[in-house]
């Protein structure tokens, strides 16, 4: 409720500015500037091309109790100007990998998480995290599993999970 109230307040701000800027058409070398400052809606192709870049770290998956499911944690830092979306993730290990997300306790699955920019995708225990439905096989602790994780604008990201113990938390660093 807060975010659309400051929305609509900033709107209704840059109306104004735009009301107050076309009205001083009398010093039209002076407002060269804010002209340019106007037209910034349409099509920004310099933030556009800011491609980001992903770095991933603490990435494991609790050892799995059975063939069935895994969960995958880790962090995916984008340190860019541009927001990005964790999309996909596939695994040579199951045919099947989701982003799940937590709420209420329960997990349920959605089509992409946001990676904010100059911010962090969280995957960790009683949260977000990726989840392999069927294994090919089962891992065991000690055991990598490669994955590979696909955003909206960033370029695809490899990434090697560490099988840890079932009981096994990653301390999060940037949470709380
Ligand atoms: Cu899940």
Do not use: W
Not at 85 to 101: G, I, Y
């Amino acid at each position: 409720m807060n975010t659309r109230t400051t929305r609509t307040l900033a709107a209704a701000l840059s109306l104004t500015a735009a009301l107050v800027i076309s009205g001083c058409s009398s010093s039209p070398s002076s407002s060269a500037g804010e002209d340019s400052t106007a037209k910034a809606g349409a099509g920004a192709p310099a933030e556009e091309s800011a491609k980001p870049k992903m770095t991933v770290t603490g990435a494991y998956m609790p050892e799995p109790v059975n063939d069935k499911m895994a969960g995958a944690f880790m962090v995916i830092k984008n340190d860019s100007k541009t927001a990005d979306k964790l999309l996909a993730v596939t695994s040579p290990l199951s045919d099947d990998l989701q982003v799940h997300e937590t709420k209420d306790q329960k997990m349920q699955q959605v089509q992409s998480m946001d990676v904010p920019a100059g911010g962090a995708l969280n995957l960790e225990r009683g949260g977000s995290h990726i989840m392999f439905m069927g294994l090919k096989n089962k891992p065991n602790v000690g055991d990598k599993v490669t994955i590979e994780l696909r955003f909206e604008k960033a370029d695809p990201v490899k990434v090697e999970l560490d099988v840890k113990e079932r009981t096994y938390n990653a301390q999060s660093s940037t949470a709380h």
